[in-house]
């Protein structure tokens, strides 16, 4: 089988930076001032990022491609150095590939250069600060109170009002989160399932104004174990103030709130709960206390 994938020419390369936010895969990052592929696995080959390099050190080559292999993968990153490395395990991490992350520490072990947890967290902080995958790096955002200054403006209907986004952070996907980001400390949470925001038609000013969010796929999403250990981490070690957990009507909605309770009691700390429940149409059917 033929595999279209990136190669970057690190003679060429200047470290500039353009070609990571047009990665999809955020497979690129500006690692020890070069481009660097962390891992074919999340390239596809299209060569978005082609046209973004101003020096030209970016080219797709086909090749004769085996099955993914992590161990294969893990012989050519640490060629890289201990950054390289790094940037590759979390990267893992982020797209929630905890097989191949586990057999990358296993490789890395047989190596005598193992990581500790510890190690990987604070690298993952510093990278996704001055690069990163783009969908996953943090940011907090400030709301202006644009809705306020509009209040005074009789002559406008409120249908043609625009509202304000609430959305205070970024990322809001609960595999992507760090549940000990600035945002979420002592903060109310919003724990709310994907459709949720499409149902209600102000989703922003009903329920998400004034928190900060994560959102999942009770049903749909793989990996509930993850979830959990981060919303414990949440009241743990962000000490966030309450859940409110926002589902629909559906029932295997359901687990998002059994998820909420199940991290309360593993925490060992008692903070409010709060289930709202909508119908098909974005109407509250339900709401109340936990």
Partial sequence: MKRKIVSIDEDLCDGCGVCVPNCAEGALQIIDGKARLISDLFCDGLGACLGHCPQGAITV?????EPYNERKVMDYIIK???????????????????????EALDYLAEKNMAFTVDDLE????????????????????????????????NEKKEADIKRESELRQWPIQLHLINPTAQYYRNSDVLLAADCTAFAAGDFHKDFLKGKSVAIACPKLDSGKDIYLDKLVAMIKDAAIKSFTVLIMQVPCCRGLLQLAQQAINLSGKEIPLKVIVLGLEGDVLMEQMV
């Fill in 61 to 65: 080559e086909e090749r004769q491609a």
């Fill in 80 to 102: 890289g150095g201990r950054n390289v490395i790094v940037a590759h395990l979390n990267h893992l991490m982020e797209h929630n590939e905890m097989g191949y992350f586990n």
């Fill in 122 to 153: 604070s690298s993952h902080t510093m990278q996704q600060q001055q690069c990163g995958c783009p969908g996953s790096r943090e940011m907090a955002f400030e709301k202006q109170g644009l809705d306020e200054a509009k209040k005074g403006d």
